[in-house]
């Protein structure tokens, strides 16, 4: 009974007491003044019950039913007391009133045609009264009261659609709000970064410029020269402070405390009730998926009560080791068939940028169900990359740490000077990569890559350095190293190779990557070694790259790729460059065909 009254207006319980309170007379006045009938007072109550009992049920199925129901069988009945009792043919005059309420612009013509003419006339001609009075007392005060049902019901549709409206303006308001807010603060989040990595990079750069060529300034001009750095060093500690400020967001708190900040908004400027539950363990995720689970929730939330009408919302977070799912569940209305409009159009294309899923579940009148899901790499939210800086002059390694810390899936874990400590720091603390000069005292890059790779085979190294050097590069790569870049690369393109290396993959600075694999292929044909296989292959490609190149010989695009690994997209296409420079062509097919013709494992 409560499923089906609930989502009552004050006048649909109004028709309902209406006709409850005409059967409650009916059934008193045949028990405490029984009337003469031709059948039993029982039955008469019975059928009363009946008459009223049946419409009511019909109409919470089908609106057109129960008008035809109402006329049909509550008409029948009051016709056969009219004809055994004319006194009581005035009390379809109230089921009249009902019968109008009910109706609307596309079925009042053929509700108003029994209920004004039919039946009122049938039941002033059993009643034995002349033709007038049956038009002016039967046809017209029915008329009347039909029309005054119906002229209520165009009342209540207005009071209704403008409450609708208030909340629904309300909501959007609210929701209009939240994003004006959110927005401008990833705007300010964006600049900052741009900020940090232009005129940070810049900084960087001009104080490891300035100590290089300290060497080469006469000894009276090196205080001065320090001063310059000691001021740039200043200057980039201040500008790095107020970017932090201007980098603000909703997402410095947990994901959890600022989604349950915006249930507490929405719940106090909606009314509606959201419950909020988490499940497992939290872990630190990064910003891009808060925001893409903050602006879902943000969403579904508006949708829910905007669209769907609902009352109650449920909201659960769960966590576990390899995903993150959100599910937002509601009361409302419902949708036969799921349309993805802008809203929902929207929060798919945020989850598929970072390789999430959206499943929306509805039925008509059972609610809606919304299922925001993203993979999580549980060991790299928990404790991060653990990185080892090694070069000789301090400056470097104090400016890429500072860089670095700034992302909170990398942690420096320690800096060394020369080869030999790098070598001690590797034994204690086994760092995941190692990012190492080439040119260091007492032990070189070189030599101390080597002995990494005999002791740590699954340690990756990367190498930097000042300036481009091929036969360095190339001899880095025999040796098993996974990098090879200049000190001066961006700030945001160090960031991505040391993810991508991380992944298993290979980054080699692009201005001499053609350069490298170039004199590899003439080694390898001064050697003879012209017969490859995939035991030996020749051309450094490893695991991850073979899997990558497996995905594009089965047809499927980056984007694919991209979500079937849980990389990003630019990954994707970083691995595709340096393994068609490993291979030596230009595109995929090439790459491919390539592939198959010398046996690199292809199936």
């Known amino acids: 009974m409560w499923n089906i009254t609930k989502h009552w207006f004050w006048y649909d319980w109004m028709c309902f007491f209406i006709r409850l309170l005409l059967l409650i007379a009916i059934v008193l006045n045949m028990l405490i003044n029984p009337i003469p009938f ?221 989604m349950q900040q915006l249930i507490g908004e929405f719940t106090k400027a909606t009314g509606v009730t959201v419950s909020f539950r988490t499940f497992g363990n939290e872990v630190p995720i990064t910003k891009q998926i808060s925001f893409c689970l903050y602006r879902c929730l943000q969403e579904s939330l508006t949708n829910a009560v905007r669209h769907g009408q609902a009352s109650t919302i449920q909201v659960q977070l769960f966590y576990d080791n390899q995903q993150l799912r959100l599910q937002i569940e509601d009361n409302g209305i419902g949708m036969e068939q799921i349309r993805f409009g802008f809203g929902l159009s929207g929060m798919k294309e945020r989850l598929d940028e970072c390789t999430g899923n959206l499943a929306v579940h509805s039925r008509a009148n059972e609610g809606t169900v919304i299922i925001c899901t993203l ?116 700030p945001r393109d160090l960031i991505e190779a040391i993810k991508l290396i991380h992944s298993g993959g290979t980054w080699i600075d692009q201005n001499i990557t053609v350069q490298i694999f170039e004199k590899m292929k003439r080694q390898r044909e001064q050697l003879g070694n012209q017969n490859y296989s995939p035991e030996n292959n020749p051309y450094g490609i490893t695991k991850r790259e073979l899997e990558i190149l497996q995905h594009l010989s089965n047809g499927l695009r980056y984007k694919s790729i991209a979500a079937k690994l849980f990389l990003s997209e630019g990954t994707i296409r970083n691995y595709c460059s340096t393994l068609y420079s490993k291979l030596g062509v230009s595109n995929r097919e090439d790459a491919i065909e390539k592939a198959r013709a010398e046996g690199l494992g292809l199936h």
């Not at 009264?129 to 007392?137: Q, V």
């Not at 300290?214 to 001021?231: A, Y």
Request: glycine share 4%; hydrophobic share 45%; with cysteine.
């Open 375 to 490: 993979p999580l790499k549980a060991e790299l939210a928990q404790t991060g990359i653990r990185l080892l800086l090694v070069d000789d002059q301090s400056i470097i390694t104090e400016s890429l740490q500072r860089i670095l810390e700034q992302q909170p899936d990398l942690q420096v874990i320690g800096t060394a000077e020369n080869g030999q400590q790098a070598l001690e720091q590797c034994a204690t603390a086994q760092p995941d990569i190692v990012l190492m000069d080439v040119r260091m005292p007492e032990m070189d890059g070189i030599e101390a890559l080597r002995e990494m790779k005999q002791r740590w085979p699954q340690m990756r190294v990367v190498l930097l350095t000042t300036f481009e050097d091929v036969s360095q590069a190339v001899k880095s790569i025999e040796l098993g190293a996974e990098g090879y870049m200049l000190k001066s690369i961006h």
């Open 38 to 258: 031709s059948v039993p007072s029982w039955v008469i109550i019975l059928a009363a019950i009946l008459i009223h009992s049946i419409p009511f049920l019909i109409q919470q199925f089908s609106k057109k039913w129960y008008l035809v129901s109402e006329i049909v069988l509550t008409g029948s009945f009051y016709m056969y007391l009219t004809s055994d009792q004319p006194l009581l043919s005035w009390q379809f005059v109230i089921i009249a009133f009902v019968i109008g309420f009910y109706s609307d612009k596309s079925n009042y013509l053929w509700t108003a045609i029994p209920t004004i003419f039919i039946i009122p006339g049938i039941n002033g001609w059993l009643a034995d009264e002349p033709i007038l009075a049956i038009i002016l007392n039967y046809m017209f005060n029915h008329g009347a009261v039909f029309a005054l049902g119906y002229a209520f019901q165009v009342l209540a549709l207005n009071h209704k659609q403008s409450k609708i409206i208030q909340e629904q303006k309300k909501v959007l308001e609210q929701h209009v709000n939240q994003i004006e807010e959110l927005t401008l603060k990833e705007e300010r989040n964006r600049l900052s970064h741009e900020l940090h990595d232009t005129i940070g990079h810049t900084l960087t750069s001009l104080i490891v410029g300035m100590e290089s060529l300290k060497t080469s300034f006469p000894s009276n001009q090196s205080e001065r020269i320090d001063t310059l750095v000691e001021l740039a060093r200043h200057g980039l500690d201040d500008i790095r402070q107020h970017l932090h400020h201007l980098a603000a967001t909703p997402m410095s708190q947990s994901l959890r405390d600022s």
